[in-house]
Each structure stands twice: as C-alpha cells, then as structure tokens.
C-alpha cells in the first residue's frame, strides 16, 4: 500500500498565519511540474476568454 507524504508549512502575510498542509501521493503519475503547467495554461486560457468577453 502507498502511504501518503505530508508536510505542514506556515506563513505569515501581514497580519494573518496561513497554515498550509501539503499531502503527496508517491504513486500518483504526474509530477508537480506538470500540474502547475496545466494550471497555468487553464488560468491563461480562462483570462483570454473574459478578455474576449469584455471587448465584445
């Protein structure tokens, strides 16, 4: 059975502590490099979209 990797990390912004637990998976296909290039494109994407949208 894989067991799960976890980290916890805290910063602090201002005023405000955010406390952020990490959970990783060893058996899980993709690697982080490729998650946050998949969420980058979906964010650019979805700004271009509204863009269109706005000058319509």
Known sequence: MNE??????E?????TT????????PAFQQS?????KRLIKREIET?????IDENE
């Open 4 to 9: 799960l990797k976890e980290t916890v990390s």
């Open 11 to 15: 910063y602090k912004i201002g005023h």
């Open 18 to 25: 955010y406390i952020v637990k990490t959970v990783f998976n």
């Open 32 to 36: 982080l490099s490729d998650i946050l």
């Open 47 to 51: 700004k271009i979209v509204d863009e």
